[in-house]
């Protein structure tokens, strides 16, 4: 009995890291900006493409294959660098107390520009590079062969949980955040520059999901259409949880993680459906999420 | 006057097709979208915007298609039938959706939306997979007809259909269920306390909508003559909205406006380059941005309604 469910529960936190390095930012960028960043997933992807052709630069030139850990994370914060900073003042400023509507609408427009942009950058083939996941070799747990990278991954989704909470609850810059959360017109009025903090946060959210992008290249490779996978995958997950909480994200990645890979083990075929299928049951019984918080409605 | 732009309009599209032949497959598509994007219109005017109707564009067509396969072959009955189809799938699916707002409306669609299209791809031996299924020309109250006249009779039946279907919408839109759409949107609390139900308004909405984009799928089944799980893929949805909010939301010409509008574009657009949702994505924030009301918004110049 155990022999089963423990690589059953391994598969599910492997599963899980990921899903969550997707979804995390998408919710950190709703709780601050109140803006659900469609586009997210583009941003995802060409983290991975970035992150895919250092990879493939540094193995055709023959350098130390371990630069490429590096490599990983110096393209998630190049792609934050650049991406973050333009696509906020350019776009999603101007969307600041437009309807839902609209700022679904115009971040929808960015994800077709970004697919497409890529597209034309890298091709239609699809990138692969597996040179850090060789490296770091297998563990064997309980007979089952495990890829040691699978079980990093875990560790550095466990770290950016952490880091995060003490990012928002330690530091100055977390109290300002918590303070524009609150309430954005009362921290203004206090003399907070919320427009710096809207520009430090969703380059945040671009951060970790080009690196959410840039660490699943190892594993599964990048080709057009990750985009749109990851950014439905993201929603569900951030759904599930409670759009703007991260703890809770990172508790319904577990969720479907786990959904996943029970779908994979009982019926291959509804391996893409298991997790829309969770949120819709979890959306049912909760419809704010596991975590997310009732709105109050106004007259 | 509005009435005259209407039908001079549709006159001036029927002599299109008639003076350039190959416009003919493009309009047939133009008018099925258009179908398509007028229930995601009427949504819209509840302030609910729907990232996934392009599911109940394809359950048309595979409506289409599965009632052809099981040996239907009237053009009236599989229409009607597979609208059914659409209709009933918004009935079930609406029963739950219509209690969500805004952004989880928007992406609960979507969620949806692609459990239909992974179950359309993965289902091979009933749907045939991401092959598809094919849709053979149907009788017409039973005289078989060659394919490029088939094709002729359904594009002339789609405009005639354009203006009927049209009009009905206007008309429900006018009535006091469609007026109360607009008031959920401005305040839905009120509207309880009136006592209307707004969760009925919003039902009748979505199966009207799901009709509606069933109708443009079952139409665009018979034009392509296949239908394929891409149908229901999210961008598509993404191009009904597009269409919806290009035209303007605030009257039925707009959807078909909208519609043609981006189908002429596509054709033109696919002989110079291929990065056609650079251009449709740029086309989506400029109007957003520039054109609040859209092209229709341009035309009938009434006043805003009410936020």
């Known amino acids: ?299 | 006057m509005r009435i005259v732009l209407a039908a001079a309009a549709s006159v001036a599209l029927a002599v299109s097709a008639i003076l350039a032949p190959w416009l003919q497959f493009v309009l047939t598509l133009a008018i099925a979208k258009g179908f398509a994007a007028l229930g995601v219109a009427v949504l819209l005017r509840a302030g609910l915007i729907s990232i996934g109707h392009a599911m109940f564009f394809a359950a048309g067509a595979y409506g289409v298609a599965f009632l052809a396969r099981a040996g239907v072959a009237d053009f009236a009955v599989l229409l009607i039938l597979s609208i059914m189809s659409a209709a009933f799938t918004g009935a079930v699916a609406g029963l739950f959706l219509v209690r969500y707002r805004a952004i989880f409306f928007a992406m609960l669609n979507l969620a949806v939306s692609m459990v239909f299209y992974a179950l359309c791809a993965k289902l091979y031996g009933v749907t045939g997979g991401s092959d598809g299924m094919p849709i053979p020309d149907p009788r017409i109250f039973g005289v078989v007809f060659s394919e490029p006249v088939f094709k002729q009779v359904l594009f002339y039946f789609s405009l005639t259909l354009m203006v009927l279907v049209g009009f009905a919408v206007h008309r429900y839109l006018d009535s006091p269920l469609g007026h109360a759409l607009s008031a959920v949107h401005t305040n839905e609390i009120r509207l309880e306390y009136l006592g209307i139900p707004v969760w009925a308004v919003l039902l009748v909405a979505y199966v009207v909508s799901a009709a509606l984009a069933g109708l443009g799928g079952a139409i665009a089944g018979f034009a392509i003559g296949r239908v394929v799980p891409d149908f229901a893929f999210w961008t598509a949805s993404g191009h009904l909205v597009l269409i919806a909010v290009l035209g303007g939301i605030g009257g039925v010409p707009g959807a078909f406006i909208g519609a043609l509008f981006l189908e002429l574009l596509h054709t033109a657009a696919v002989t110079v380059t291929d990065a056609w949702n650079l251009i449709v994505g740029v086309a989506l924030i400029v109007v957003i941005m520039f054109m609040p009301r859209g092209f229709y918004g341009l035309v009938a110049r009434k006043e805003a309604p009410a936020r």
């Open chain 1, 1 to 299: 009995m155990l022999n089963a469910i423990i690589p059953l529960l391994l598969d599910s936190f492997a599963s899980a890291a990921l899903i969550f390095f997707a979804a995390v930012g998408l919710t950190l960028v709703f709780s601050v900006l109140r803006v659900l960043n469609v586009a997210h997933g583009s941003l995802y992807s060409i983290g991975g493409y970035v992150a895919a052709s250092a990879c493939l630069f540094i193995a055709s030139r023959q350098l130390n294959p371990y630069l490429s850990f590096v490599a990983l994370i110096l393209s998630a914060i190049f792609v934050a660098a650049i991406l973050g900073p333009l696509i906020e003042r350019s776009l999603i400023r101007w969307t600041y107390g437009k309807s839902e509507a609209v700022q679904i609408l115009v971040t929808f427009g960015l994800f077709l520009i970004l697919e497409d942009l890529q597209r034309i950058v890298f091709g239609v083939q699809s990138f692969y590079e597996d040179a850090p996941m060789q490296l770091l070799g297998t563990t064997t747990i309980g007979g089952v062969v495990y890829l040691n990278y699978q079980i990093l991954l875990i560790g550095l989704a466990v770290l950016v949980v952490i880091g995060l909470r003490l990012l928002i609850r330690r530091t100055r810059l977390g109290r300002l955040i918590t303070a524009v959360v609150a309430d954005r017109e009362m921290a203004q009025s206090i003399g907070i520059d919320t427009n710096r903090i809207f520009v430090l946060a969703f380059s945040l959210g671009v951060f970790l999901a080009a690196l959410g992008g840039a660490l699943a290249t190892p594993t599964s490779g990048v080709a057009p259409g990750l985009g749109a996978d990851t950014m439905v995958l993201a929603f569900a997950v951030a759904a599930i949880g409670g759009l703007g909480q991260i703890e809770g994200a990172a508790v319904a990645s577990l969720i479907v993680g786990l959904a996943r890979v029970l779908a994979i083990y009982l019926a291959p075929a509804l391996d893409a459906v298991a997790p829309y299928a969770a949120m819709l049951f979890v959306l049912l019984i909760w419809p704010n999420g596991l975590f997310g918080s009732v709105a109050a409605r106004r007259i």
